[in-house]
């Protein structure tokens, strides 16, 4: 069984698994062995089955590569050996944001990007070439043909529209 697998399996650990395999199969399904061949002829078809299977699966992975650069978390993390439970975490990890938070952070940013499409042109311009693109004031009047105060004023205007969108999504005010 060991050299079949072996023959369609480049790894000996997972031809071994394979032969592990074909027995857990052999022992659920012997009551579903009807006698048309030889229980050996029936036992190697479920390993060279197994073993083209994993050979399929283990072609479409990637191996990771190996990396010996030292330890993965940073020792700082832990508690030095002087301390009281010497190796534990000093630092614990940080939490995950959850799905509540990923859904309400992806509202946000529609209501943000509807915002900031519902600007009027000229603002919309300096707002994503301020805040979006990363440029500095001088660079936006430059591309723009802008004065820096008129900048400044397009630029205030449509960081004041997106904030008010923005609170009026996180703390709607009910009509009176």
């Known amino acids: 069984m060991l ?10 650990a997972v031809a071994e698994e394979v032969v592990q395999e074909a027995w857990l199969v052999v022992l659920r ?14 036992v190697l078809g479920i390993v060279l089955n197994l073993a ?10 990637v191996p ?13 993390r832990f508690l030095p050996p002087d301390a009281r439970w010497p190796g534990h975490w000093a630092l ?3 939490p ?6 990923a859904l309400l952070a992806a509202e946000t940013r529609d209501v943000m990007l509807g915002a900031i499409i519902a600007l009027p042109p000229a603002q919309r311009e300096v707002l994503v070439l301020r805040d979006v693109e990363g440029l500095d004031a001088a660079e936006a009047c430059n ?15 449509a960081r004041s529209r ?13 009509p009176r």
């Open 64 to 76: 990771l590569p190996f990396d010996d650069g030292g330890p993965v978390v940073d020792r700082a």
């Open 52 to 61: 083209r299977s994993r050979a399929r699966a283990e072609r479409r992975s």
């Open 162 to 174: 997106v904030r008010a969108a923005i609170e009026q999504h996180v703390h709607p005010v009910e």
């Open 29 to 42: 399904d012997l009551d579903r062995f009807d006698g048309r061949s030889s229980l050996r002829t029936w």
């Open 92 to 94: 614990g990890p940080l």
């Open 143 to 157: 591309i723009l043909g802008l004065t820096d105060t008129n900048q400044r004023v397009l630029l205030h205007r």
């Open 3 to 12: 050299a079949l697998a072996r023959a369609r399996l480049e790894s000996r």
């Open 96 to 101: 995950w944001p959850g799905p509540e938070e």
